[in-house]
């Protein structure tokens, strides 16, 4: 067993331990919203949105982008689970601002395996064989996180499976101050009708 599989395991138990009411939490999000943020690890929607279990959907990809299963997340966290309001929130500092489409495709057509990065760009730490298949996927990455929040806020707003009385929040996370920094044009775009 892996030291990660092991700890993860432990810490299980000891949630398990101490669960009790929470096997009443209703299945719809109590506050009746959804955030979608990015993946990244320095991220604790919870802490930075003041939440406890039950109180909130949170749909997390690469960047928090409005990818289709993002949308397709959405819809069904307003359709079938009552949500009745939206947050986008990207954040400082992200990976995904590193690299474009053809950085990734080229990665990933030379190896599988981890790459690196240093003041020179990006670079392949292994051998071959890589796969080709990398060139054909829309990675969304970020030029600016302005600029893709509000891109993500217009994508959601516009969609033809998203009623338009829902409104739709645009913010930016600050890694080094915790603090949501609002994206006006954003907001403005996703203003509920």
Not at 93 to 101: D, K, Q, S, V
Request: glycine share 10%; with cysteine; hydrophobic share 40%.
């Amino acid at each position: 067993m892996s030291k990660i599989l092991e700890e993860v395991l432990s810490a299980n138990n000891n949630y398990v331990a101490g669960f009790g009411a929470k096997s009443e939490l209703a299945l719809p999000p109590a506050r009746g919203f959804a955030i979608l943020t990015c993946m990244d690890a320095r991220l604790d929607p919870a802490k930075y949105a003041g939440l406890a279990e039950g109180d909130a959907h949170v749909i997390r990809n690469a960047g928090g982008r409005a990818s289709d299963d993002a949308i397709r997340s959405l819809v069904i966290s307003y359709k079938l689970l009552g949500t009745k309001e939206w947050f986008v929130i990207h954040h400082t500092n992200c990976g995904m601002e590193l690299f474009t489409n053809e950085i990734m495709g080229g990665l990933l057509s030379s190896s599988l395996k981890t790459a690196s990065i240093d003041a020179s760009g990006w670079h392949d730490c292994g051998e071959g064989p890589g796969c080709t298949e990398g060139k054909y996927i829309n990675w969304l990455t970020i030029k600016t996180q302005e600029e893709s929040v509000l891109e993500d806020v217009k994508r959601i707003r516009n969609h033809a499976l998203v009623p338009k009385n829902i409104p739709i929040y645009g913010y930016i996370y600050d890694v080094k101050s915790g603090k949501l920094i609002e994206v006006p044009e954003a907001t403005a775009a996703g203003k509920a009708a």
